[in-house]
């Protein structure tokens, strides 16, 4: 898997755009771009992927960069039950290593009343 | 959507003796599942990939004749923590992913074990 950089911490204030980047400079062109999200003491949660395009669903937006090298996962209007660990993820969809996804430390953003 | 249910969700057990996590594909079926597993304030480290009908994959360092895995059926893995330790008392976490579904992996809401 490609190595991921997520910033340690972020703050967004509650109803504000949550912007938060992930650098994949390594990525190959095979790999897709997952989002999930680990509220403290519960399983990961799945939020979106994308390959080259932007993608949008019920929970968030994902920009990609054109080259790929980056991402921005986007919540919309953040509320405090936003408030978990976001990993950014970059692997494969399909074949034997597609569900072998490697953790980083991820992104703890508080989304603030 | 897809449901992975773990049990049980918390479990405290006597250093010593072994203990067993299961994991279930509640609609839909998963030839490959996987199990992380979560110390304190860090990230999730996979420890093996489960699957369907033959041995599972270990990650490099992982014992596996002290973390067995069996994934007998198409929605049901297990992982057996075998004589546990103190150092073993982790939050153990599963995945899978319905086929054809293009979407993320599902994962289990954990497993909380406590090795006293």
């Known amino acids: 898997d490609a190595k991921t950089t997520q910033p340690t911490s972020m703050d967004c204030a509650e109803g504000r755009a949550a912007n938060l980047p992930c650098n994949h400079s390594?990525?190959?062109?095979?790999?897709?771009v997952y989002w999930y999200r680990q509220i403290h003491s519960q399983g990961p949660q799945y939020i979106i992927h994308?390959?080259?395009n932007n993608e949008t669903n019920e929970m968030a937006s994902l920009i990609i960069t054109e080259d790929r090298k980056s991402s921005t996962l986007i919540l919309p209007h953040a509320t405090l039950r936003d408030t978990a660990v976001y990993y950014c993820?970059?692997?494969?969809?399909?074949?034997?290593?597609?569900?072998?996804?490697?953790f980083g430390d991820g992104t703890t953003l508080t989304v603030k009343p | 959507g897809a449901v992975v249910s773990q049990h049980p969700s918390r479990v405290i057990c006597k250093s010593g003796t072994s203990v067993k996590i299961e994991c279930r594909s509640l609609d839909f079926q998963a030839t490959t599942m996987f199990w992380y597993r979560q110390f304190p304030k860090q990230s999730l480290m996979l420890m093996a990939t489960s699957n369907e009908g033959s041995k599972a994959t270990y990650e490099q360092g992982v014992e596996k004749d002290k973390f067995l895995i069996n994934h007998a059926s198409l929605t049901l893995s297990t992982l057996t923590v075998t004589s546990a330790h103190p150092e073993d008392s982790s939050f153990y976490i599963c995945?899978?992913?319905?086929?054809?579904?293009?979407?993320?992996?599902?994962f289990g809401s954990g497993t909380r074990l406590t090795v006293v």
């Open positions: 390594t990525i190959s062109g095979n790999e897709y």
């Open positions: 993820i970059v692997r494969v969809a399909i074949g034997t290593n597609a569900g072998k996804s490697t």
């Open positions: 995945s899978a992913r319905e086929a054809g579904t293009g979407r993320g992996y599902t």
């Open positions: 994308g390959l080259k």
